[in-house]
Nanobody, 124 residues
Framework: VQLVESGGGLARTGGSLKLACVTSGLAFRDATIAWFRQAPGKEREAVSCVSAPDLSQYYAESVKGRFFISKDYGEETSWLQMNSLKPEDAGEYYC??????????????????WGKGTLVTVSS
C-alpha cells in the first residue's frame, strides 16, 4: 500500500491550498482516509477523515467550516481543501488510512498506513 501526498506549499493567511492523497494497493472502498498534521514541537493530530463505507466526514474543531475532505473512488484519491488558512494551520500534513468504519477522528495508533507527508507553510 502506498499513500502519496501532494499540494503542500506556501500560502498567505486567508488563502487556500488543496492537498491530494493518491493511493495504490488499497481496498479503497473499504478504507477510511484521514489527514493528520504535525507542527514543529507538537504531537501529530487528526484534522479530518472520511469514513468507509458511508463517506461520513469528521473534522477537528479547529478546522470545521474551513477544511473539506473528499474521496474520489475513480481516482482512488482523497482531497483536503483548506480554506481561510491561518498561521496555526502550518505543519507537515500526512495522509493516513485504516480499514473499517469510523464514528469520529482516529488516533495515530489506529492508523494502518501512512504517507510521507507534504509541508504546508502559512505566512502571516
Amino acid at each position: 500500500v502506498q499513500l502519496v501526498e501532494s499540494g503542500g506549499g506556501l500560502a498567505r493567511t486567508g488563502g487556500s491550498l488543496k492537498l491530494a492523497c493518491v493511493t495504490s494497493g488499497l481496498a479503497f472502498r473499504d478504507a477510511t482516509i484521514a489527514w493528520f498534521r504535525q507542527a514543529p514541537g507538537k504531537e501529530r493530530e487528526a484534522v479530518s477523515c472520511v469514513s468507509a463505507p458511508d463517506l461520513s466526514q469528521y473534522y477537528a474543531e479547529s478546522v470545521k467550516g474551513r477544511f473539506f475532505i473528499s474521496k474520489d473512488y475513480g481516482e482512488e484519491t482523497s482531497w483536503l481543501q483548506m480554506n481561510s488558512l491561518k498561521p496555526e494551520d502550518a505543519g507537515e500534513y500526512y495522509c493516513a488510512s485504516m480499514y473499517g468504519r469510523r464514528t469520529g477522528l482516529p488516533q495515530s495508533s489506529e492508523v494502518q498506513f501512512w504517507g510521507k507527508g507534504t509541508l504546508v507553510t502559512v505566512s502571516s
